[in-house]
Structures are given as C-alpha cells and as structure tokens.
C-alpha cells in the first residue's frame, strides 16, 4: 500500500471535511473522488466508505433504529452539543413547547409519554426549562417523537447517525441521515 506525503495546509482542508471519530484520511478522500467523479459524469467502479453510502430516510417509513448511534443533529440549523436520541428529544420539546406555548398542545403535537411539573421516577427527566417530566425513550420512539414535532412544527430538522456493528441492528455499520426542511406552519395557541 502506498504511503501519501501531504501538506499541512492539505491535511487541514481534509480535516474540515471529516466527521470528528469517525472519519479517516482515506475515508475523507473516497468522499471527494466519490463528489468529483459524480460532478464529471464518470461511475465509480467502488462503494462508498463501509460498503455504501449513507441513507437518505424517508420520514413516512422511518426504518428500525435499535443500535444505533447519534452523530449529529441540529434543529432549525442550530447544531446539538453531543447528542444521543433522548437529548435531542428533549431539545424538541423544549422549542416545541416555546412555540405552542401550552402543555396539552405539546402533547397533541409530540407521542411521548409526559406530565406536567416534576416526575423522575418511573423513567422520567424532568425539564426545568419548561416544567415537563418526559419518560426515556428507545432510539425507535424519541426518533419517531422528534419527527413527528418537527413535522406539526414546520422545524427543519436534520438526524445523522450510524447503525452500530451488532447482530440485531437493521444495517450494522451504514449511515443514515434524516432530514426535514422547514415550512410554514402557524400552531394554535
């Protein structure tokens, strides 16, 4: 296998396209050729890095999510800090609830169980913010919760995550990205 020399300036440019732990040198190089051959019209003779590339998700038959991770998310552009399924739900439910202002209306929008003020047994997080106890959710239903807010919303939203390597994970290994763009949507009050 040959050995590559390459520039500072080079590597940095490289290192702005990477996905911080889980891209590579050769991981972020497959993805330019992949970019410039399908700009210049000419196929690929090989997979995208892991086999193949990373899934558009239809939000209308969100696929099993068990095992996966998260690796990025932002809402309405705003990137989330470190986010895992149940942060991102409470994000959610944080600008949801400044949208719409009310707790039943959050509930009607957002298929979570919750209540009013503070409850932290039972699988329940309290969010000070707005006064509601959320219960924890699996990957499948905080995902399904977040999309199906963002859609009553009118919120861009845009999920990244990975299927880890495990036996019962529906694609262990592939890339999914999840992506709803914004639109206009006034929310009762």
């Avoid at 696929?63 to 989330?80: C, F, M, Q, S, V």
């Avoid at 609830?97 to 039972?122: A, H, T």
Wanted: hydrophobic fraction near 35%; proline fraction near 6%.
């Amino acid at each position: 296998m040959p050995d590559i020399v390459l520039s500072r300036s080079a590597f940095e440019r490289l290192q702005s396209h990477a996905q911080p732990l889980i891209d590579t040198p050769e991981s972020v190089i497959l993805r330019a050729l992949d970019a410039l051959e399908q700009q210049t019209g000419r196929a690929t003779p090989h997979a995208s890095v892991g086999g193949s590339p990373e899934r558009e998700i239809d939000t209308r038959a969100l696929p099993r999510l068990t095992h996966t991770k998260l690796l990025d998310a932002t809402i309405d552009g705003e990137p989330l800090t470190k986010p895992n399924w149940n942060s991102l739900l409470d994000e959610m439910l944080r600008r949801a609830m400044q949208r719409v202002g009310s707790f039943d209306e959050l509930q009607r929008i957002c298929p979570v169980n919750m209540v009013k003020g503070r409850k932290e047994d039972e699988g329940y997080g309290h969010l000070p913010e707005i006064d509601v106890s959320v219960q924890g959710q699996d990957a499948n239903g905080a995902c399904r919760a977040v999309v199906t807010a963002a859609q009553a919303l009118g919120t861009s939203l845009e999920i990244g995550f990975m299927w880890r390597h495990k036996e019962n994970a529906a694609h262990p290994g592939e890339l999914g990205r999840i992506r709803i763009s914004p639109r206009a949507q006034s929310t009762r009050k």
